[in-house]
């Protein structure tokens, strides 16, 4: 499980850079990045409370493999969207339609979603009492 959790925070990463090379700001990827961060960090403390004891199997040649196809993937895709934004000339701005659809009509729904984010986190922190550890 921990091995999956450090694939998939690469490719979050991976997925985050791009986002970010497509819409010339970084926010969005940050927000990705924060809710896969906070998504893991939740996961790894429940795989180690469970598992504290038992050593990790740590493949250090596929990870590295991994790793080096990911990068490759990442600088492919990078200037496939350069080439695309470059030649595109008659795209509209996508950061003023990205910060048009965040602060749009629909802002109360996105802090009620928010907000409920908020309570769940608080719920399970609740529920994942140290005294009460599986």
Do not use: H, R, W
């Amino acid at each position: 499980p921990l091995m999956m959790i450090l694939i998939i925070l690469l490719q979050t990463f991976n997925i985050s850079m791009m986002l970010g090379e497509v819409y010339k700001s970084f926010f969005m990827s940050y927000i990705l990045i924060l809710v896969f961060l906070g998504g893991m960090l939740v996961i790894f403390i429940y795989i180690a409370s469970l598992n504290n004891s038992k050593k990790i199997n740590f493949k250090i040649l596929l990870f590295m493999a991994s790793l080096v196809l990911m990068l490759m993937i990442l600088f492919i895709n990078i200037n496939y969207i350069k080439i695309f934004i470059i030649t595109d000339t008659k795209m509209f701005s996508i950061l003023e339609y990205s910060m048009n659809l965040l602060f749009s009509d629909f802002m109360s729904m996105t802090i009620i979603m928010a907000l409920y984010l908020m309570l769940t986190l608080l719920v399970i922190v609740k529920m994942c009492n140290i005294n009460k550890m599986p």
